[in-house]
């Protein structure tokens, strides 16, 4: 596709479920970035990969969550035994270039989790 | 503790008035972005500032950034119904991209 896409859109689970949100970068994008954006606030960064290597994870809130990007190109973003605090949009964001690097990022249009 | 602070965080105002926006931060960093949200929607590019003095402008929306003083601006010219949405700006760390907490305009007829 031509932007960043995500899925699902909009999820909701109960508390202690595990969720998985996946992003499709565009298309040789080297890297991708995650990020939190709580109801009203600006997003928060959770962990940037650059091809498949996971270069920095320190965004990520707890050992609950985790993401992998294992050829490079698809991202997962998994969050076990949910909590309310978890209730956010997740965004995926990708570029041409390594790190931000002063180019333009693209986000996809997040996944609105709520956790009930 | 790195801070991004914009103000204000709240911005209503009549078509065809001036206004500005502030972000100030707190880091020594040479590259900030500005980015537009419309509600439910994803973040949108506006304007990337790669060097001390930076100046960029798009249609009614021009930025500055000033490193020295830690400080960009989004100035706002004869705004117009369309430019409704909430305005961040974030500062280049590298891999990470820290946000200020937005700044939400209304624009009134």
């Known amino acids: 596709g031509a932007g960043v896409s995500q899925s699902p859109r909009y999820k909701v689970a109960k508390r202690g479920q595990d969720v998985a949100l996946r992003c499709d970068p565009i298309s040789g994008h080297v890297s991708l970035f995650w990020y939190q954006q709580a109801l009203g606030q600006g997003p928060e960064f959770l962990t940037y990969f650059q091809n498949e290597a996971q270069l920095d994870k320190s965004g990520l809130p707890s050992d609950r969550f985790f993401a992998e990007r294992p050829e490079g190109s698809v991202s997962t973003l998994k969050i076990q035994r949910t909590q309310q605090e978890d209730s956010a949009v997740y965004l995926c964001?990708?570029?041409?270039?390594?790190?931000?690097?002063?180019?333009?990022?693209?986000f996809g249009e997040g996944s609105w989790l709520t956790v009930v | 503790e790195l801070k991004v602070e914009q103000n204000p965080l709240f911005l209503s105002m009549q078509e065809g008035k001036n206004y500005t926006i502030y972000c100030n931060y707190s880091?020594?960093?040479?590259?900030l972005y500005w980015y537009r949200q419309d509600p439910g929607k994803s973040l949108e590019s506006l304007f990337v500032l790669l060097s001390n003095g930076a100046v960029k402008q798009e249609g009614r929306l021009m930025a500055s950034l000033d490193t020295k003083a830690r400080l960009s601006t989004l100035h706002i010219t004869a705004a117009v119904h369309d430019l409704s949405a909430t305005y961040f700006c974030?500062?280049?760390?590298?891999?990470?991209?820290?946000f200020g907490a937005g700044t939400r305009l209304t624009v009134k007829p």
């Open positions: 964001a990708s570029s041409s270039t390594t790190g931000l690097s002063g180019n333009t990022i693209y």
């Open positions: 974030a500062v280049d760390l590298g891999y990470d991209m820290r």
């Open positions: 880091t020594t960093s040479d590259r």
